[in-house]
């Protein structure tokens, strides 16, 4: 297909460097992130509240505009009703339960009207984002109307006594550097940094050069992505090309397209933050040690553990950040009452499979997170009771050899969990799968109805041949 600048700038440049339209617009408004920064540090910091929510909803709203014109008012719509319920019912356990049963349900019809084959980029993007936030400031609400024994120490950073205004509520929601990929944060961060809580003297926070380096440090990951695509694209890991390839080859291929995968998403993040930290919404305190300022309040992706993980659940705490922190403070710890972690667990998984859409490789991934965080749990609790498995996992000798293993089985085997998150549709997934040998399948699923049976059964054994051994040497020396 030929590029005609004819057929407008933007559809233009889009075929120039082979994208889409709506990833370019979604790009474009992430950089503005930044002069909307500037701007507000140098006119709008400091001054009356009010004038600052209006500020924030006037260019979100017109960022959102602009990629999906008037569909961004079901993001107005959801926002106003959210506010009705509030006012009315007052942060009560109603309160919540619409709140959450509304926005989610909303959403769901969403992803039915406008979802695809493949991933959507459409209102439906701002809206997954927006439904987390008026979820949230249910939930808060409601905590502000408990006793302040009763809560614990996260939920009484966040609790709210009074319900937000609805500048502050659309505000807070619409905030231009965060309202189309996130990050997440509570309204009561929103709120303090309003009132100037991060700085000093009425000043805009000195933030300028975190701001630069995360803006750096984003567009390198974003280059990174573009380059990998010419060589481990979706279609490619589909192809025959691909299947006839040498096993372990195909392994590292698969670990490859999973950091391509999942580079998409790192780099927006990144580049969102570093505008959040122009902005000053980021800050987190003061180093205790070097007496600097932290700026990591609203990090998505702590990147040293990423580039390092040796288990999966290291995944869990350095990817997605905010919104797996949001899983874990109002799904996961609010079902304490079952007392039962795997079901937490599998429940809060199922929340996020769901908020992402009806695509089966959504679940299919979700499970596999599960199932895979099962197995090193299971295989922690197998080394640790053995002594002789103990000894030898953590020796000195054993310390490089088991963390290049270790490395390089996350690097792999988090490729093989996200070929049904990348690759969405059953057709598409399964042959994915196929061409990857079903090795997640063989290893995982296979995991606790064979492996770990047989891995036990296989420990007892040799602990009674070990233990007979030495009754026998014992009985001979006597």
């Not at 609790?159 to 550097?177: M, N």
């Not at 573009?226 to 006839?244: K, M, P, Q, T």
């Not at 180093?287 to 702590?302: H, L, Q, R």
């Not at 000195?396 to 085997?413: D, G, N």
Request: neutral net charge.
């Amino acid at each position: 297909m030929s590029c005609e600048i004819t057929n407008g700038f933007i559809e233009y440049f889009s075929c120039q460097i082979g994208t889409t339209v709506p990833a370019l617009k979604l790009l474009l408004t992430i950089f503005a992130g930044y002069p909307l920064a500037l701007i507000h540090r140098k006119y709008v910091y400091g001054k009356e509240a009010n004038l600052q929510h209006l500020y924030f909803i006037f260019t979100g709203f017109a960022l959102g505009y602009w990629n999906y014109g008037n569909e961004m008012f079901h993001n107005v719509l959801a926002t106003f009703f959210t506010f009705c319920v509030l006012s009315v019912l007052q942060g009560t356990a109603t309160s919540v339960a619409i709140t959450f049963v509304f926005n989610l349900t909303y959403l769901l019809i969403g992803y039915i009207y406008s979802s695809t084959d493949g991933y959507d980029i459409n209102w439906t993007l701002p809206q997954c984002i927006l439904v987390l936030r008026l979820i949230a400031i249910s939930f808060d609400l409601y905590d502000g109307k408990q006793p302040e024994e009763t809560l614990s120490a996260e939920n009484k950073k966040v609790a709210l006594k009074e319900l937000p205004s609805i500048l502050e509520l659309y505000g807070h929601s619409l905030f231009p550097t965060s309202f189309l990929v996130g990050p997440q944060f509570s309204m009561r961060r929103y709120l303090d940094f309003v009132e100037g809580k991060f700085s000093k003297d009425g000043a805009a926070p000195d933030s300028t050069n975190a701001a630069v380096k995360r803006f750096c440090i984003g567009a390198f990951y974003l280059s990174i992505f573009h380059v990998l695509g010419y060589f481990v694209s979706d279609e490619y890991l589909l192809s025959e090309e691909f299947a006839s390839l040498g096993f372990f080859r195909r392994m590292l291929v698969m670990g490859v397209w999973g950091r391509f995968t999942l580079y998409k998403y790192i780099s927006c993040w990144l580049l969102t933050e570093g505008a959040c930290m122009l902005f000053g919404m980021s800050h987190n305190g003061t180093d205790e040690t070097t007496g600097e300022i932290k700026w990591n309040g609203v990090e998505n992706i702590k990147l040293a553990v990423f580039e390092n993980t040796t288990e999966f659940n290291h995944y869990i705490q350095s990817f997605n950040v905010n919104t797996n922190h949001w899983v874990a403070q109002y799904i996961y710890k609010r079902l304490k009452f079952l007392n039962n972690r795997h079901v937490s667990q599998l429940a809060a998984l199922l929340f996020l499979a769901v908020w992402h859409g009806f695509h089966s490789g959504y679940y299919v991934c979700f499970f596999f997170e599960f199932i895979v965080i099962y197995m090193e749990r299971d295989i922690k609790s197998i080394v640790g009771k053995n002594e002789t498995l103990s000894s030898i996992f953590y020796s000195e000798q054993a310390k490089i050899p088991l963390q290049i293993a270790l490395r390089l089985y996350t690097f792999v085997f988090m490729g093989w969990c996200l070929i049904p998150f990348g690759l969405l549709q059953f057709g598409r997934y399964w042959r994915g799968f196929s061409n990857c040998s079903w090795v997640g399948a063989i290893l995982f699923c296979l995991w606790p109805v064979a492996w770990s049976p047989l891995l036990r059964m296989a420990l007892k054994k040799l602990n009674g041949a070990g233990r007979r051994s030495d009754s026998k040497t014992e009985a001979q020396t006597q």
